[in-house]
Nanobody, 121 residues
Framework: QVQLVESGGGLVQPGGSLRLSCAASGKIVSINVMAWYRQIPGKQRELVAS???????DYSDSVKGRFTISRGNVEKTWYLQMNSLKPEDTAVYYCHADISTSSWGWGSPYWGQGTQVTVSS
């Protein structure tokens, strides 16, 4: 079974920084896309940032220049470095990946359990 485990959320003041981590484990042949989403209560889950082979990185307009997605030195891990945080960044953040568990066929989507990020003074 494939699992994604997140860490790094918490409470931070406006202008502060946080780094979220995601680690994938299980029967994984390849991770095709690594991404972060967030969700505010009552709103749809939105893509924050993604990184994939052949495409590189992509960011939502609301976080460009402030957030950075990157692969970890440890295999099957990735991060979201969040700087200059604003109150409107408050949300539950989910790591997401498209993962192939065999050497043929398409990958499947997997989600982490979510971690709360609160930006408040």
């Amino acid at each position: 079974q494939v699992q994604l485990v997140e860490s790094g959320g918490g409470l931070v003041q406006p202008g502060g920084s946080l780094r979220l981590s995601c680690a994938a484990s299980g029967k994984i042949v390849s991770i095709n896309v690594m991404a972060w989403y967030r969700q505010i209560p009552g709103k749809q889950r939105e893509l924050v940032a993604s990184i994939s082979h052949g495409v590189g990185t992509d960011y939502s307009d609301s976080v460009k220049g402030r957030f950075t997605i990157s692969r970890g030195n440890v295999e099957k891990t990735w991060y979201l470095q969040m700087n200059s945080l604003k109150p409107e960044d408050t949300a539950v953040y989910y790591c997401h990946a498209d993962i192939s568990t065999s050497s043929w066929g398409w990958g499947s989507p997997y989600w982490g359990q979510g971690t709360q990020v609160t930006v408040s003074s």
